[in-house]
């Protein structure tokens, strides 16, 4: 009798911690794979990512070169849906803010991206002069 009620309190528990685990994937692991697939992408010298463990977001893209605005345009649109692929939630772009910005060597900040949770993509050109982060 005792051996069953072991078994059962350990099937309990194992269920248990199974419900209860969180079905998503962390932030900081879908923005790891999500860098390491940015960086594959011609012109892309290195990314960088960071998450405050609340709801916020940044990336960086460094660059070579200095893209048109058509083209930030474009890899910024591909970095949120690589983000989105990586990360098993499918709301992920409606409940987190991403900032988001393209850089190079040469020329600093080109372009700045901000996504706030539930609105689109709004694209910037840095002020000039302007001290970076």
């Given at each position: 009798m005792l051996r069953v009620i072991s078994i059962l309190i350990i099937f309990s528990l194992?269920?248990?911690?199974?419900?209860?685990r969180?079905?998503?994937?962390?932030?900081?692991?879908?923005?790891g794979r999500s860098e390491k697939q940015l960086q594959k992408?011609?012109?892309v010298k290195t990314t960088a990512a960071a998450f405050d463990g609340k709801r916020n977001i940044k990336f960086r893209l460094m660059l070579e070169g200095r893209?048109?605005?058509?083209?930030?345009?474009?890899?910024?649109?591909?970095?949120?849906?690589?983000?989105?692929?990586?990360?098993?939630?499918?709301?992920?772009?409606?409940?987190?803010?991403?900032?988001?910005d393209i850089k190079s060597y040469?020329?600093?900040?080109?372009?700045?991206?901000?996504?706030?949770?539930?609105?689109?993509?709004?694209?910037?050109?840095?002020v000039p002069g302007r001290k970076e982060n």
């Open positions: 194992f269920f248990v911690s199974a419900c209860n969180n079905p998503d994937l962390s932030i900081a692991d879908t923005l992408i011609e012109g893209p048109s605005k058509v083209e930030a345009e474009k890899l910024f649109n591909k970095t949120l849906n690589i983000i989105a692929e990586n990360s098993n939630r499918k709301d992920l772009w409606d409940n987190y803010d991403a900032n988001f040469e020329y600093g900040v080109i372009y700045e991206a901000a996504k706030p949770a539930a609105e689109s993509l709004k694209i910037t050109e840095p």
